[in-house]
């Protein structure tokens, strides 16, 4: 598709302005609103720094190791298959997402949506297409303005709070009607494959599943979807978090990514042999998630406030198990038929970039087939009881990152560096805080 086919759109649809959106590394949306008839005639331009600032808009200490003193700017291309309408905008206005280019012409290495097409890449020079289904966890919670008091779920139709646990409870989703039917509104007018929405067991927290795709038109739509459920609460004077952990009593959000490989020629299933078997390829791509999600996990969960879901007795993977049909274990098998036969990872974080979650999974499973990985027996029984075999702390994920060559390799090593910087940045700001339980314990008692 070429410009003739993006400027015949945004006529058709008498837009007048143009989102030009860029996901960033936290997988917030940063780019800048054009008038849609100076976006047709000219090329846009964003400052490289803005790929590299911290979740607090700050930057690295070697930032200018990172992308230079001067700070240049990355050539921008629309891509055609992003156009969205902006359901809740004014005017007729479009989202466009952008994909990121040096000058030579190359996809930018520090760019989300470079890394997802670089490991694509790789799987395409084997003849393999991924499909991927996200499954992505929120929560609407009461507007809070101040940063120190606790989070509150907020006040439903029927003028009362939730209170105890209602997984896939009909009624307690409909106490937000309103807020689900403008939001399935806008998932129709954005064209997001949304599919099934369900209450989870957290107090006013949900879960949507799409169906299953190309896995850069899923991350597109998870970016997007996030956006999209952020703005319908915030119409309806309430929030919605994708925070891993956002209440002490209450479970974490993730973002389950199921995940099958196609033969590109025969559209066959590659975890399948012709009889309706498992290929040796499926429990390589099982065993390369076991491998590599040790340094990967700095990616599923790429925030301090991550690292709180990885605890005992909160629902969450804590070690490298899989199992067949086991909600327990971080890789799950859900029970399918051959041809629909899948991985599920449950260890990303609802507040995981889905670019860079999709990506890594699809890296560690790649890795797990190219080397021959063989995965562990399955785990029959309850892996939360057994013992914690992933990083307590964001500070630690990065370690294992940047030991991790191999990983480091498929993703890129000046993406890597940049990305431990970054989060390191992020580690050392949240570490400088004093909390309000060090006051409580260690103020007078140490």
């Not at 129709?188 to 369900?198: F, N, P, S, Y």
């Not at 480091?408 to 000046?414: H, P, Q, S, W, Y």
């Amino acid at each position: 598709m070429s410009m003739d086919y993006i400027r015949d759109w945004l006529r058709e649809n008498r837009i007048t302005e143009v989102e030009c959106l860029v996901p960033d590394m936290t997988g917030n949306a940063r780019g800048k609103f054009i008038p849609a008839d100076k976006f047709i005639k000219e090329d846009s331009r964003l400052p490289e720094s803005i790929l590299v600032q911290t979740v607090t808009g700050d930057y690295t200490v070697t930032h200018d190791q990172l992308v230079g003193p001067t700070d240049g700017d990355v050539m921008l291309e629309p891509d055609p298959e992003t156009m969205r309408l902006v359901p809740w905008a004014e005017d007729p206005t479009a989202m466009i997402i952008h994909d990121c280019f040096t000058r030579e012409g190359e996809l930018h290495p520090l760019a989300t949506r470079s890394v997802l097409r670089r490991v694509l890449e790789l799987y395409e020079a084997e003849g393999w297409k991924p499909v991927v289904a996200p499954e992505v966890e929120y929560y609407l919670v009461q507007k809070n303005i101040d940063p120190d008091s606790e989070l509150q779920p907020p006040v439903g139709r029927s003028g009362r709070r939730e209170a105890g646990r209602q997984s896939y409870s009909i009624d307690a989703v409909n106490e937000f009607e309103p807020i689900v039917e403008e939001m399935y509104d806008f998932c129709e007018a954005q064209k997001l494959d949304v599919d099934t929405l369900i209450h989870e067991s957290g107090l006013a927290q949900m879960e949507i599943n799409f169906l299953h795709g190309e896995a850069l038109d899923l991350a597109d739509q998870a970016f997007v979807f996030k956006r999209t459920m952020r703005e319908t609460a915030l119409r309806h004077g309430i929030y919605a978090t994708f925070m891993a952990k956002p209440m002490e009593h209450e479970p974490g959000s993730a973002l389950h990514i199921h995940q099958s490989i196609l033969d590109s020629e025969t559209g066959q299933n590659i975890f399948s042999n012709d009889d309706g078997s498992e290929h040796r390829r499926f429990r390589h791509f099982i065993g390369g998630l076991q491998t590599y999600t040790p340094g990967g996990i700095a990616f599923f969960a790429p925030s301090v406030n991550s690292y709180r879901r990885f605890a005992p007795d909160i629902a969450a993977p804590i070690n490298l198990h899989w199992g067949y049909d086991n909600r327990t274990t971080g890789i799950r098998i859900p029970d399918s038929n051959a041809q629909a036969r899948r991985v599920e990872n449950r260890f990303p974080g609802s507040d995981a970039n889905p670019y860079l979650a999709i990506a890594v999974s699809l890296a560690c499973g790649y890795l797990g087939m190219k080397q021959g990985i063989e995965a562990t027996e399955p785990h029959q029984g309850d892996a939360f009881q057994e013992p914690i075999a992933v990083a307590r702390s964001l500070e630690q994920a990065l370690r294992l990152l940047e030991e991790d060559s191999d990983l480091t390799d498929v993703l890129g090593a000046r993406f890597v560096k940049a990305y431990c910087a970054v989060k390191l940045e992020e580690f050392e700001a949240f570490n400088k805080v004093i909390s309000s339980w060090e006051r409580e314990y260690l103020l007078l008692n140490v």
